[in-house]
């Protein structure tokens, strides 16, 4: 490790002040060791409150008319009569060595079903931020150089409107239109390709397209009061190259970081979209797994839906430090 030594005269004193390589490294260690207890306990508590929510998979799967000899000797083939400590344990040690166990009802692995649904999931969250960001970008730029005219005020509402509109309203508007009325799209699922992913994906990143045209425009509104803008201007640049490429990069800390987290927040969030448009994802297979009381697919779900959230959270961080040194500082 490589320190400066610094002499402070009033005091006295020698401080010894670590490289920066060595703060990115505490810090990039500090956020996995905070992004590893947090998903931990993701993982026990909401094994826990799997297990004491009202409902019994057994009764689920024999329904009401089996008889009691029948429930006892299913429950213990599941192992569902051992204590909820012991369940816990053998459950945790089973995400040690990548077992996270098989469906209840389809005997599967649940590892085969999340494998089969996640590169879905992940299609339509980057869909939607590819929608987002299109939008967005020009949207907020546009209400921060026409700051206070019609065009801001324009940008603005439409930007209130999209957060406003939840997905289970915007997604049946937009089926009624394109799909019903011009049928220029598909309603519903993922047989027609790439058309099946415009409307979901739509739907989905209009919210996100709101939320980040506002910031965009903060962010970009008190870039635009600096004098490295007032002096590219005085150069005689032009206004699209002022905003775009002396801008937008001095404006991208924040917006960066409500991406990071808006994405994990699509990855673990489409739940209602995939329901709406029957998109064959992880958040359709987390409501079968709800209703059919299925305990490891749900909690596999779940793992995957924090460890993606988190994961995504933990790089948005790393990215911020690297962008900006006083956030490594701060972890000294």
Request: net charge negative; hydrophobic share 55%.
């Amino acid at each position: 490790m490589t320190e400066i030594t610094l002499y402070q005269s009033d005091t006295n004193q020698l401080y010894l002040i670590p490289d920066d390589d060595y703060l990115m490294l505490t810090f990039v260690l500090t956020r996995i060791a905070s992004a590893a207890v947090i998903v931990f306990g993701v993982v026990c508590l909401v094994f826990l409150l799997i297990h004491l929510v009202p409902g019994d998979p057994v009764e689920v799967m024999l329904g009401e008319s089996a008889q009691p000899a029948e429930r006892e000797a299913l429950r213990e083939s599941l192992g569902l009569n051992q204590p909820i400590g012991v369940q816990l344990v053998r459950y945790l040690n089973g995400l040690l060595h990548l077992d996270l166990g098989d469906s209840l009802h389809t005997k599967r692995p649940v590892g085969e079903m999340l494998a089969e649904r996640i590169p879905a999931t992940m299609l339509l969250a980057l869909a939607a931020l590819a929608v987002a960001i299109s939008i967005a970008i020009p949207l907020g730029a546009l209400a921060a150089v026409c700051r206070n005219t019609a065009w801001d005020r324009s940008a603005m509402g439409f930007a209130m409107i999209g957060i406003s509109i939840p997905n289970f309203v915007m997604g049946p508007i937009l089926i009624l239109i394109f799909a019903v009325w011009l049928q220029w799209l598909p309603v519903s699922g993922r047989e027609e390709g790439i058309a099946s992913l415009v409307l979901p994906a739509v739907t989905l990143g209009t919210a996100l397209a709101a939320l980040l045209s506002r910031m965009v425009r903060s962010a970009l509104l008190e870039v635009l009061g600096e004098d490295f803008i007032r002096t590219a201007r005085a150069k005689g640049l032009r206004e699209v190259v002022v905003i775009f490429r002396h801008g937008l990069p001095n404006a991208a800390l924040p917006i960066i970081t409500v991406l990071g987290l808006q994405l994990g927040t699509l990855l673990g969030g489409a739940v209602i979209t995939e329901m709406v448009f029957s998109w064959p994802g992880l958040g359709q297979l987390t409501i079968e797994a709800i209703g059919q009381r299925d305990y490891p697919v749900l909690q596999g779900c779940v793992l995957v839906i924090s460890l993606s959230y988190v994961g995504i959270n933990t790089i948005t961080d790393l990215v911020y430090a690297g962008l900006d040194p006083r956030i490594r500082l701060g972890a000294r």
